[in-house]
């Protein structure tokens, strides 16, 4: 199964408390939460959620 991760976006003025990151088979090693934008608002103040 490829991996899934929980992503929280913590720019104040932005709505979204959390979105999900579906991932393929040939994501590359070396990818992190520093290479996504925010969905709603296009930020990069993003957070990895650890359950």
Known sequence: MPATSEV???DAECFLDMFEVHYTYDLPEDH???DLQ?????GTQLEAIEL
């Open 8 to 10: 929280r976006c913590t």
């Open 32 to 34: 992190g939460t520093e």
């Open 38 to 42: 925010c969905p709603v608002c296009g």
